[in-house]
């Protein structure tokens, strides 16, 4: 599977952005997929995740209520929408794909190349 991450930007404090994540590949579908991302100076952390099959997601606390992670399998994309971002959400953005529905970044098996975010105040 290789993934291409896109959308990423500079926007204002409260602004948005809609990432996008192109995967390669006739099996999509049953990856679970996910969104991490890593400020400078800090680990890379745990955005969102969505469920192959069931489209079940799971977020960060910080994210929560804030951010949206969807699909498209049809598309072979995966989305996370970002509302009222603040400057701390700041980082570079990367998507991943598991062969199963996880926060762990050891259960990701194939990682993009990463999207810069930058919210200014």
């Known amino acids: 599977v290789q993934l291409q991450a896109s959308g990423g930007g500079l926007v204002q404090a409260g602004g948005s952005l809609r990432l996008s994540c192109a995967a390669s590949?006739?099996?999509?579908?049953?990856?679970?997929m996910g969104w991490f991302r890593q400020a400078p100076g800090k680990e890379r952390e745990f955005v969102a995740a969505i469920r192959g099959s069931s489209g079940s997601t799971y977020y960060a606390d910080s994210v929560k209520g804030r951010f949206t992670i969807s699909r498209d399998n049809a598309k072979n994309t995966v989305y996370l929408q970002m509302n009222s971002l603040k400057p701390e959400d700041t980082a570079v953005y990367y998507c991943a794909a598991s062969n199963s529905y996880a926060v762990y970044q050891s259960r990701y098996q194939y990682w993009g190349q990463g999207t810069q975010v930058t919210v200014s105040s």
């Open positions: 590949g006739p099996t999509f579908s049953s990856y679970g």
